[in-house]
């Protein structure tokens, strides 16, 4: 089993920017990939960024050279930097890691959904105009 707890969310205004953090714990397989998904108030869940069990990122076109997501070496701390927050980027964060090797779009479907991996209770993040 492994567990994900988020921290760092909050409220800012638009233009600010805003670090997330993750701690993972629990047994942890080489080929388990790790990610961020939020999911805005009434809406569905949004796959934000992927890191395969190689290290590569991919990241969804909305956030794509404004967020950063990264993990140590250990796999125990991943982080998201959020720059240029929008208001449409209000939502709660979640970190989550998917039970195989993922890569490509159909892996930001997966994180959160049931059966595919495991995934924290979040951090609200809300951008003001």
């Known amino acids: 089993q492994v567990q994900l707890v988020e921290s760092g969310g909050g409220s800012v205004e638009s233009g600010d920017s805003l670090r997330l953090s993750c701690a993972v714990s629990?047994?942890?397989?080489?080929?388990?990939?790790m990610g961020w998904f939020r999911q805005p108030p009434g809406t569905e869940r949004e796959g934000l960024a992927v890191?395969?069990?190689?290290?590569?990122?991919n990241y969804q076109d909305s956030v794509k050279g404004r967020f950063a997501a990264s993990v140590d070496t250990a796999k125990t701390t991943l982080t998201l930097s959020m720059s240029d927050l929008k208001p449409e980027d209000t939502a709660r964060y979640h970190c989550?890691?998917?039970?195989?090797?993922?890569?490509?779009?159909?892996?930001?479907?997966?994180?959160?959904?049931?059966?595919?991996?495991?995934w924290g209770q979040g951090t609200e993040v809300i951008v003001s105009s």
């Open positions: 629990g047994k942890m397989h080489r080929s388990y990939s």
């Open positions: 890191i395969d069990s190689d290290g590569r990122i």
């Open positions: 989550a890691v998917l039970y195989d090797r993922c890569s490509g779009p159909l892996c930001y479907k997966l994180l959160g959904k049931p059966n595919f991996g495991a």
